[in-house]
């Protein structure tokens, strides 16, 4: 009986160390595809990829600029496929990713970032981001984003 016990122990122990494992590895491997997605989403922000930029942002998307002023997706696109906002660069630098179920938020600072406002140059420096992504149907869509400026002291 103690030899069947000490079995079934060490078997529900193999079980949960296995169960752990393939958890983390499924955790670290969401946390590349939503740095890899993000990376998609700048790109197709400094192409005006529409359709890509359409695809990856939920429909209920919100950004909050360094100004605070909230932008609608159609609102946020929608100036930027009209030219009236134009990103001439945007890598990011490293992409912290914070996993909670069906939901990230990822935290970067800029390596490099400029954009323009009807043609004009209005920032050119590091930002710091932090956005929210949700699984919604079996993909990852940016449902919320909040740039900071970062100031440097004189």
Known sequence: MERAIRKTSLTLAAVF???????AST????????????????????????KTAERLHADDFQLINPAGTAFTKVE???SLKSGQLDY???EPGDIA???????AVIRYRDLRFEVA???KVIHRGPMVHTNL?????GQWRVVWSQASGVITPP
């Open 27 to 50: 955790r670290a491997g969401d946390a590349d595809r939503i740095r890899a997605i993000e990376r998609e989403r700048l790109r197709s922000l400094v192409d005006a990829d529409m």
């Open 117 to 119: 406002r009807d043609g």
């Open 97 to 103: 990713v914070r996993l909670y179920g069906n939901a």
């Open 17 to 23: 160390v296995l169960t752990t494992c393939a958890s």
């Open 133 to 137: 992504y949700e699984m919604r149907n």
């Open 76 to 78: 946020y696109l929608g």
């Open 88 to 90: 001439l660069a945007w």
